[in-house]
């Protein structure tokens, strides 16, 4: 079946601005998951929904990012005001749950977000 | 808090010869280890994990991954490489003892295998 789509794969805005970035998960993955990936770092922890509700958004960096699911699938992870240290590769991925928390988790592509 | 190091950037291995990428991990109690895989501008690919059980965990591609409580380490490895193989490699773990849901992975670094033909 189809993977983890994420759009859109390449992002540039100025700085200041609002950015919407999109993930469309596994069909019937209830867990859904953001990670933020820098240059020659791992992925790093943003936030993680079971289903419609944000469990754990402990990981966003300030409030200027927000995240909904509002329909327990697609998500939309939003940047407020951007700024040039926001430049990174924006990673989604999903897993079933909920009964076991080791499942693995499949992540999309990616988006580059480079903020000018 | 749980973290895991991978301790080398980059690991060079010819084509034919047996790998290993090296992984350590901190955790308080006993850890969920995974590792993946990231080809050019691909996301993330899972390879195996280690949950419980048999310390010698066997995932895709061939590969495998040894799980050492006692060195608190988990390296992958591969008996013979293939050009094919060569990508950038991550370690993750996760605490279950952390309560509530706090389900995340924490990565490493990672680290570069090239396979020289």
């Known amino acids: 079946g189809a993977g983890v789509s994420q759009t859109p794969s390449n992002k540039v805005t100025e700085k200041g601005k609002y950015v919407e970035l999109r993930c469309d998960p596994i069909?019937?993955?209830?867990?859904l998951y953001w990670y933020r990936q820098s240059l020659g770092q791992g992925p790093e922890f943003l936030i993680y929904f079971q289903g419609t509700g944000a469990a754990d958004d402990s990981g966003l960096p300030n409030d200027r990012f927000f995240a909904v699911r509002p329909e327990g699938s697609v998500s939309t992870l939003k940047i407020q005001r951007t700024e040039r240290g926001d430049s990174a590769v924006y990673l989604c991925?999903?897993?079933?749950?909920?009964?076991?928390?080791?499942?693995?988790?499949?992540f999309g592509p990616g988006t580059r977000l480079t903020v000018l | 808090a749980q973290s895991v190091a991978q301790p080398e950037d980059q690991v060079n291995v010819a084509e034919g010869n047996p790998l290993t990428v090296k992984c350590t991990y901190s955790?308080?109690?006993?850890?969920?280890l995974f590792w993946y895989v990231q080809y050019p501008n691909r996301g993330l690919q899972f390879l195996l994990k280690?949950?419980?059980?048999?310390?010698l965990v066997k995932g895709s591609y061939g590969f495998e991954a040894e799980f050492n409580k006692s060195q608190t380490s988990f390296h992958l490895k591969k008996p013979s490489a293939l050009v094919s193989d060569s990508a950038l490699y991550f370690c993750?773990?996760?605490?279950?003892?952390?309560?509530?849901?706090?389900?995340?992975?924490?990565f490493g670094s990672g680290t570069q295998l090239t396979v020289l033909p």
């Open positions: 069909s019937g993955h209830t867990a």
């Open positions: 955790v308080s109690g006993n850890p969920y």
């Open positions: 993750a773990v996760r605490d279950p003892r952390v309560p509530g849901s706090a389900r995340q992975l924490t």
């Open positions: 991925a999903s897993s079933l749950t909920v009964t076991s928390d080791y499942n693995e988790q499949f």
């Open positions: 280690y949950i419980t059980g048999d310390n």
